[in-house]
């Protein structure tokens, strides 16, 4: 007995269509393989070679420049590229995380996550049934811990390492001043800055 040849195949994706994401994580790291998955979760994507990468290619335009180079630099070969393969949107992971964090309502988590409340409220009963941590809404925020502004710690890092002035960046970006003084003072004691 023959057995049939599926009639659409991709390329580059395994039993799970995972592959390629799979060695982006290993390779990159979570936070880089996350903020992929943030900007094309759901959806799949071709990977050009490094040589025909450049900041008005489609991919760059979708998930950023310097995001796209990481990506295409550590696993795109330079004969071919990558074909088409699926991004997880990595949904759970984003609620899990934001349910743990205190100080968010569940309004602020399904905005953020791109859902509707009732999904959120779900996810909470579940965490809550697992005996997992679950943040106070009524407690102050800790979000030192949340994505947004672990991203936003790292352009005032870049732009103080680049030499602006922290005023400049305070009234630029709209950050408060404590922030970027406190980002300063700790390049400053890494010997980083003078």
Do not use: W
């Not at 580059?12 to 995972?18: F, I, L, R, S, V």
């Not at 900007?39 to 040589?51: D, E, F, K, N």
């Amino acid at each position: 007995m023959r057995t049939k040849k599926p009639l659409i195949g991709f390329v580059g994706d395994d039993e799970n269509g995972a592959s390629v994401f799979t060695q982006i994580r290993e390779t990159l790291g979570d936070e880089d393989a996350e903020e992929l998955a943030m900007y094309v979760g759901g959806q799949r994507i071709a990977l050009p070679r490094p040589s025909k990468l450049s900041p008005e290619h489609p991919l760059c335009q979708r998930i950023g420049y310097p995001l796209a180079c990481r990506i295409v630099e550590a696993v795109s070969p330079e004969d071919g590229g990558v074909p088409a393969f699926y991004v997880p949107s990595l949904i759970d992971l984003r609620i899990t995380r934001l349910l743990e964090e205190d100080g968010l309502t569940a309004r602020e988590i399904a905005q953020r996550a791109g859902v509707c409340m009732r999904t959120v409220h779900r996810y909470r009963a579940r965490m809550l049934r697992k005996g997992l941590r679950v943040g106070n809404h009524k407690a102050p925020r800790t979000l030192y811990r949340t994505y947004e502004v672990s991203k936003g710690e790292k352009v005032v890092r870049t732009l103080l390492l680049e030499g602006h002035s922290p005023s400049q960046i305070r009234d630029i970006l709209a950050v408060p001043g404590e922030v970027v003084l406190t980002i300063r003072a700790e390049l400053l004691r890494e010997g980083k800055i003078k």
